[in-house]
């Protein structure tokens, strides 16, 4: 069987597991994929595909997203914007809207710089409206009371005395 064109992605995986200290068959166990199909994907035979990919990088303990770049199903810069989406959401040190805002800052900076916005520009564009309002209610909380709609303070209503 002739070699397939997936750059050096048998070469890489099995790199990574020597790197692992992991047998051919321990790493096709914990990856749930037979020991014949993960040899012929180190040997350059098979081309396997994205969920195989993460199966595999799951067990390595290594970026899905990096052994998607090697097997050719994601290009260099979606996989380096990808990978910084993630950190800002798996940091535990921020808060959700921290992260939302953190995210379109991040986008409008791209923007800025004439990288095309990916997908989740628009769920960024979608979260602004989020976020502003989460910046306003903590103003209001602040300054010691909600605010309307409209941004004003909407205090208690008062009636008048009878």
């Known amino acids: 069987m002739a070699s397939l064109n997936v750059g050096n992605l048998g070469e890489y995986l099995r790199e990574q597991r020597r790197t692992a200290q992991l047998s051919l068959r321990q790493l096709a166990d914990a990856a749930g994929v037979s020991n014949p199909y993960l040899s012929q994907i180190e040997r350059g035979l098979r081309k396997p595909s994205a969920e195989v990919l993460q ?75 989020y976020a502003q309002q989460a910046y306003a209610d903590e103003d209001a909380e602040a300054a010691g009371g909600p605010r309307a709609a409209d941004g004003s303070d909407a205090g208690p209503k008062q009636t008048p005395p009878s």
Do not use: C, H, M, W
């Open 55 to 129: 199966q595999v990088a799951k067990a390595l303990r290594i970026s899905a997203e990096t052994l998607y770049v090697r097997a050719g199903i994601l290009d260099e810069k979606e996989r380096d914007e990808l990978e910084t989406r993630a950190v800002i959401l798996a940091d535990p040190s921020i808060n959700e809207r921290q992260k939302q805002v953190l995210l379109q800052i991040y986008e409008s900076f791209r923007k800025e710089n004439g990288f095309e916005t990916s997908s989740y520009a628009d769920e960024a564009d979608a979260d602004e409206a």
